[in-house]
């Protein structure tokens, strides 16, 4: 399948792509190779943090860091597919893509996307769990229940994207190569089509109602039965506690789902067109930096567990 797919690029595509990006306005370019590095660097840092500290620190081996650990690596691995070529063509003259990094790159950010989707409504069930079945939760969320929900948001990420990446690589070009776009993703490929992609375009709805617009139904049903719960607490420090629990999950799906929507559910919309760059640029930039400052900044586990291991590291070199 994949030698075919290739093949079709090369045919179609008569060459490398060119990610068009924002060629047109020079001084943004510089402006934005400062910000994209300084934002990967920071990613770099702050979710292996996340990812050393929780599988380091016992007191941190529960499902809500189980799952946190999933999304710091989905994190790490989604920005690495486009940042490294986007801060290549935004410091250089070369804006091009070969046809099988476009692919791989088209491949594996949809698939780490998809995975994304779905793993955020896990961890607003895994809260959901923990606020309204505080007494049932170690037998609720137990390990291998843990195992198989993660298990489930990485087989919906690489289906989707073995689903809908292969039919928009196979899509006939006609040597269109100009991809308006600083990465090679599904809205921004179909366009380059010279056949009919009203289907494409139905399937990409279909396809992002289940993957987006579902997780998205959960999650928001699961913190409407926390905030019943929460309610019901007369508590000023189980208020605390809850909203420490649930407050950081809720500020990343605000930025995640409010970003990512507006691309996939209506990519022709007018909107999508003029600002589509610049969102995408916040869910594949922006919130993967901000994620693990707002679970750290907000999160007295997640910073006591950093302060022990650095104890413990300065305490080994003495």
Not at 272 to 278: E, I, L, M, N, V
Request: net charge positive; proline share 4%.
């Amino acid at each position: 399948m994949w030698l075919r797919v290739m093949k079709t690029i090369n045919e179609s595509s008569g060459g490398d792509f060119i990610l068009v990006g924002f060629s047109d306005q020079p001084q943004l370019e510089k402006i934005l190779f400062v910000a994209v590095l300084g934002s990967y660097l920071l990613t770099l840092v702050g979710n292996t943090a996340i990812i050393l500290v929780s599988c380091l620190d016992s007191m941190l081996h529960t499902p809500m860091y189980y799952f946190l650990t999933n999304l710091s690596f989905v994190d790490l691995c989604f920005t690495t597919s486009i940042v490294p070529q986007l801060l290549w063509n935004l410091h250089g003259p070369s804006k091009t893509i070969s046809p099988t990094g476009c692919a791989i790159q088209l491949y594996v950010s949809l698939a780490l996307g998809s995975t994304e989707c779905v793993l955020l409504a896990v961890m607003a069930f895994d809260r959901y769990a923990a606020v309204c079945r505080p007494l049932h939760y170690a037998a609720v969320m137990h390990p291998r229940l843990c195992q198989s929900l993660a298990g489930v948001a990485w087989l919906s990420g690489v289906g989707n994207t073995l689903i809908q990446g292969t039919i928009t690589l196979r899509l006939p070009r006609c040597g269109n190569h100009r991809i308006y776009h600083f990465i090679c993703e599904v809205p921004a490929m179909i366009k380059l089509a010279c056949v009919d992609i009203h289907a494409n375009e139905v399937q990409l709805f279909m396809a992002s109602l289940v993957l987006l617009l579902l997780p998205l139904t959960l999650i928001l049903v699961s913190y409407g039965c926390i905030a019943q719960a929460v309610m019901k607490i007369r508590s000023a420090e189980a208020w605390r506690k809850a909203l420490g629990t649930c407050g950081s999950h809720l500020i990343v799906v605000s930025l995640f789902y409010g970003t990512i929507t507006a691309v996939y559910i209506q990519p022709n919309s007018s909107y999508a067109h003029r600002q589509g760059k610049f969102i995408t640029l916040f869910y594949t930039v922006i919130t993967p930096t901000l994620n693990p400052l707002i679970y750290t900044l907000r999160n007295k586990d997640v910073k006591g567990a950093l302060r022990r291991l650095v104890r413990k590291e300065k305490s080994t070199g003495e």
